[in-house]
Structure formats: C-alpha cells, structure tokens
C-alpha cells in the first residue's frame, strides 16, 4: 500500500508543538485514523479526541477517506468573541 | 458576500465606525452593535491581556455561513461583522457585530443569534496571559459533528 504525507497545521493549544507536523500515513486512510496517528506523533496528546481535522473550506467527517498528500489543520474547541 | 453582509479576520484595531457605517440604510431605523473586549480578569485571576488565534480562511467561511442564516431568518437585515487576531491588551476590542433592520427587533434577535454561533462555530481561539502564572489556552465548545447543536 502506498503512502501519502499529511502536513497538519496547529491552531490555539495545539500551538504549544510548533506551527505544523509532518507524517506519513497509507493512502486510502480516514480521517479518524488521520488523527490516531497524530496523537501517537503528540505522545498521546488528548485534547485530539476532542479536535476535529480540516481544509481551508470545512470540517471534514471522521469517516472521510484521504488518497493523496493532503494539507490539514487540527482545531481544538473553540472560544472566539 | 453580499452587499448586505461583511465578514473579516482583522490584524488591525477593529473600528466601530466602521461598522456603523457599513450596516447604515435610510431604510433602516434600527442599529444593535455587539463588542467583545478584553476584561481584566477571569475566574479569579487578574489577566493582562488575549492573544487572539484565528484559522482565516476557514474562520471567514463560518462566519459568511451564520450571516446568510440570520438574514433567512430575519430578512432585509444588514450585517458587519469583524473578529480580531493577535495580541490585546486591557480594554481591547476583539469583536464587532453590527446588525441594522428597520425595526429594533430583528436586529437585537439577529446580533444575540450570531455572537452566540461565532462563540459556537468559529475557529477562533483565545490565550489569555496573566499578572500572576503561565498563560493559558482557554476552553471552548468543541466542533466535532453534533456537539455544537
């Protein structure tokens, strides 16, 4: 199986890790597997399981598949205002 | 956007004239304005200031989205609306909404409608630094489907 390279931005506490990550993950993954294997590279970071991965258009599903390189952000919840 | 609507992510100091300006119309007899500003504390502790961070282009989206279902919703309104990012100090506007609509109830119902949906819906996040201590991510509401409803 092939692989692809996902390119995460971080936003608000995700911040504390630096601007983005990098890594690799095998194409045809979902977004829910996206964001296990992000926790595994955040050492088990928990405030993942409440973030949700998206593009620059919107939130993406956890059961959305992902086939090429792809640019992402992690958001954790937020409080604006 | 529409004529009747503007959405932005601002680095500049947000100006309610501005604002004013934009939602204004000789049709309109009514102006509700909502700013957020920076207090000087928070669950007992004396804060310094907020620094706001904002993911733009999906923060924009979001944003134009809640716009178009409170003019559904309350038509012929106008709609300013500008968050900011970056670092605030004391007293500091983080946030402008401006809604206008010819009488004073569809624009007090449509600004409670969309502070309460950017506080929902918008990826914005606040970092709020302190006199005393490290500075701290503040909590929100989560976007995972459902959990915002």
Redesign the interface.
Known sequence: MSEITIHVKF???F?RFGESLDFPVPAGSTIAAVKIELQKKLDGYGLVS???L?N????L?DGEVIEHDAEL?I??????? | MSAATHVSISTETLNIQDAYDFVTDPAHGAVDVFI?AVRNHHEGQDVQGIA????E???E?VLAEICQEARQRWGGIKIYIS?YKGQLDIGGI??IIAVSSAHRAESFDACRYL?EE??????????EHYEHGPSE?????????GTHG
């Not at chain 1, 620059?56 to 939130?59: A, P, T």
């Not at chain 2, 706001?52 to 993911?55: P, R």
């Open positions: 936003f608000g506490a911040r409440d973030s949700v998206a620059d258009n919107s939130i599903r952000s958001l954790p919840p937020v409080c604006g205002g | 957020g706001y961070d904002v993911h282009a999906l923060a989206g968050h983080s946030l502070i950017l506080k929902k819906r918008a990826p914005v996040w606040k970092q991510w503040l909590p929100g509401h989560s976007l995972k489907v």
